[in-house]
């Protein structure tokens, strides 16, 4: 596809998404308390977005990955959360 087929293609299905997203950024906000390295993360995997760079979709979904190789003896939780803690940059 040329990049105008694309646009008529996915253009909607992301503004939707991107709206999705300004009112989930809202809520956060608004809401009361203190937030975790998940919104850090969010908030860094969004930077991505704007870098301009190839392979967009990747480094997103590498901000939110544990880089880490080898296996846990023992995991932490009992289910996903999302994103590392160790990936947040200040």
Known sequence: ???Q????MYFMEARAKLIDIAAFLDRVDRAPGEADFRLA???QALKELDGGTPER???VLLSFSDPSVEPLEKASVKG???AFAG???D
């Open 41 to 43: 993360a969010f908030r």
């Open 87 to 89: 990936n947040v940059k």
């Open 5 to 8: 087929q694309v646009l008529d």
């Open 57 to 59: 979709a990747k480094n």
């Open 1 to 3: 596809m040329n990049r």
């Open 80 to 82: 996903a959360i999302g």
